[in-house]
């Protein structure tokens, strides 16, 4: 393989807009003026994601050898989106009847900016208008999240990375769980830093009043508390970072469950495990940019899962499981299963902008200590921008 230098040279009669165009992506007009030159970096991160990708394994494609998987694996990781909890009443992002579909009143230029952190500190009311909506009151763990439990209780979990700020995971139970996007498990003023407990600010959530700091003066404009979520802008938990570096070279298989993959740097999870781990997706929509999962089970999560541990022969808490009743599917490919309110997409290819190809996972080379490392200017590590897809999107 030719290093970059040396591929620019020798197909230097190229523009680097046709070299970026063979890689399917789509450049914005905001750059129709930028020069050759200021291109290439552009290239040069498009082409080091291309070159890093997973390939599918080719031993790994049916719903039994899912199965033989969960039997056998003791270092499971599962990554997690708002997907599991929609069937729980939490809404979801981007899906219809979402949180971005129900924010036409705050007339916002853009949906995300209820999760900006530079928007907060001017308009607090505005999140704090909606905040109701997210906040986890009394809400129940969903059968995935029931699962993810048995699976730590059978000893056989890893880590759950969750993208989820609904703290469902705690009332399930589960102990090996790093809330990527943090949670409202506590709140910090945004001025002294003063850190209270979640319900702190619970009354003020649903009063839709903005919370104030108890520590500092009163007459401070800034002294206002922000639950612990991470806004874009914000750095994820070092938690996260922390946890992975160990975690990556002891997982022996990944479960994706309820997440687009499109929000950096936790997107970058399915290409930093090593590649011969075995990759499932228990998802509501196929994902056309990560193509190379070993078996998808599309559908609604928790009947996928009652399915998984019908066929496992395990007991999911109080759940009644009709040992002989199996759940019907269409099988599209080998490795492909279309259970009930699956949304596959059939399409090859498509066209990615800039921006999806930039923050789904691409990053300059760099050594292991610093591959998450989480940039003040990245704003797609915020929570807004999880394109949760499992349950009703």
Sequence with gaps: MIGFDSFIIKYGYYSIRSLISIYDVELPPEIDSYTESELIPLLRIIMTRFNMRRQKLKTVNTIEDVVDLLKKSNNIIVLTGAGISVSC????????????????????????QLFDLEYFKLCPKTFYSFAHELYPSNYEPSLSHKFIKLLEDKGKLLRNYTQNIDTLEQKAGITKMVQCHGSFAAASCIRCGYKVPGNYIEEAVFKKKVPSCPVCPKNLDDAILKPDIVFFGEKLPDKFRKNFQKDKKKCDLLIVMGSSLKVSPVANIIEKIPHNVPQILINLESLIHVPSFDVQLLGYSDS?????????????????????????????????????????????????????????????????????????NDKNNGIGNNKNQNQSN
């Design 89 to 112: 009443g939490i809404p979801d992002f981007r899906s219809e009847n979402g949180v971005y579909s129900q924010l036409d009143e705050f007339n916002l230029d853009d949906p995300q």
């Design 304 to 376: 996928i899962i009652k399915e998984l541990c019908r066929r496992c022969d395990w007991e999911l808490g109080n759940t009644e499981i009709n040992k002989d009743e199996e759940l019907k599917y269409t099988l599209v490919k080998p490795s492909i299963y279309l259970f009930e309110g699956a949304k596959y997409n059939q399409l090859k290819s498509s066209k990615i902008t800039l921006i999806n190809a930039l923050f789904s996972g691409i990053e300059s080379d760099s050594d292991d200590s610093d591959e998450f490392s989480n940039n003040d």
